[in-house]
């Protein structure tokens, strides 16, 4: 065999060998890049938290969002800001789920990684993005939801809010046995609905659009034949009734345990003139608008006045709450509020005439005495209400 043959066979053999290395290069090289993928179906908290801009936060929602079908799915769900996820996304991979056993299919109640609006805890609730401790307890306290549109329609939180995780919420049904029991022990009224005719305070502060003033005034205006009786009575505006009419049921008055009737309050006297800042009692001053216990005591306290105009530079009140009762008050007198004097019941009856008559004249300068009502019926109606509450 000539030279020539033997070289080129000699090259011929050792030609994989040189090669060899060059190809295990690259195909470990491919290895590893699959490997350092980082699987948003699987991937622990620490290992989540290694992608630009995740925290915490962040790799928990992630993890209680799962399974995910792919990236696009992951990105559709805005767990995470569209512009965070281009940071990460060639460093991401979403395996598929493994498929869950046959004991994890029959116990779930609910797709896995969504957020129950009917029995999700408060710290579940607050990994849903825009909802903090106030909106958690908002939701919680406006239970049991019929379906997500439910849901949407009670304003609980802003539509612009609800778009960005509505992907990751589910709304399951109240429980049968559950709801019969409700029923069983609570057979006037439907559970979970607030009794506009029997509701605390505390209750109906729960209602969207109430505060304590609209609380209050829910109560004075009791009792309600019906939801469309209170609607009529204009006590809440009709915009914020739409809000919590589906939250709230109207019980049948119960009768009440007979109060005795002191004289005094049989037909007291028409009250005229306007409330004396430096004679009228705290109960008469609290019932004016925008005055309430605090400031009328404050006002109490800053006696005498010598006129309007001086109590109005102390700055006791604040002008805008002062122009809305001006009309109905002067100044004159000792400085002195009268006193209640008479036995506990009497004092009562003295206490909420005052009040009474102070509402009176202050709704009489406003001119918002309804039409035809005369002190008599404003009376009764006022004295019923304020015994309600306990005065």
């Known amino acids: 065999m000539s030279i020539r043959k033997w ?24 290895a590893a890049t699959t490997a350092a993928l980082i699987d948003l179906n699987t991937a622990t908290a620490d290992q989540l938290e290694t992608l630009s801009g995740i925290g915490p936060a962040k790799a928990k929602a992630i993890i209680e ?78 239970r049991p939801y019929k379906s997500l549109k439910d ?13 960005k995780f509505k992907g990751q919420l589910t709304v399951s049904k109240a429980k049968a046995a559950a709801t019969e029991t409700a029923a069983a022990e609570t057979p006037a009224q439907t559970s979970t609905k607030i ?3 029997t509701a605390t305070v505390d209750e109906l502060l729960a209602l969207p659009g109430i505060g304590p003033a609209k609380a209050n005034a829910i109560i004075e ?26 939250d709230v ?43 309430g216990p605090v400031r009328a005591k404050a006002i109490v306290e800053g006696r005498p006045y010598a006129s309007l105009a001086q109590f109005e530079s102390k700055g006791i009140i604040p002008a805008s709450v002062f122009d809305k009762f001006k009309s109905a008050t002067e100044v004159s007198g000792s400085g002195k509020a009268s006193s209640s004097q008479g036995t506990p019941g009497q004092v009562a009856a003295q206490k909420r005439i005052r009040m009474c ?4 004249r202050a709704a009489k300068a406003a001119d918002k ?18 015994k309600d509450r306990g005065y």
């Open 357 to 360: 008559g102070a509402k009176w």
């Open 221 to 246: 205006g009791r009792p309600y034949k019906s939801l469309n009786d209170f609607e009529s009575r204009n006590v809440v505006a009709a915009s914020t009734v739409e809000k919590f009419k589906d």
């Open 65 to 142: 969002g799962r399974p995910y079908k792919s990236l696009k799915d992951f990105e559709s769900r805005n767990i995470v800001p569209a512009s965070t996820v281009e940071k990460f996304k060639d460093q991401v991979t979403t395996a598929k789920a493994k498929p869950a056993t046959t004991e994890a299919t029959t116990t779930a109640a609910q797709p896995a990684g969504k957020v129950d609006l009917n029995t999700a805890t408060a710290d579940e609730l607050e990994t849903l993005p825009g909802i903090g401790p106030t909106k958690a307890k908002a939701i919680i306290e406006g």
């Open 151 to 163: 849901f949407e329609s009670r304003n609980i939180v802003a539509a612009s809010a609800v778009e």
């Open 249 to 291: 049921t109207v019980s049948k008055a119960r009768a009440k345990p007979a109060v005795a009737e002191t004289p005094e309050e049989k037909s007291p006297p028409e009250p005229v003139g306007k409330i004396d800042l430096n004679a009228a009692t705290a109960e008469e001053l609290e019932v004016l608008p925008g005055v």
């Open 195 to 197: 009794d506009l005719n």
């Open 369 to 386: 005495i309804p039409s035809g009502m005369t002190w008599p019926q404003y009376w009764s109606q006022c004295n019923t209400a304020l």
């Open 7 to 30: 070289l080129f066979f000699g090259l011929m053999l050792g030609l994989p060998l040189f090669a060899s290395p060059q190809l295990a290069f690259v195909q470990h090289s491919s």
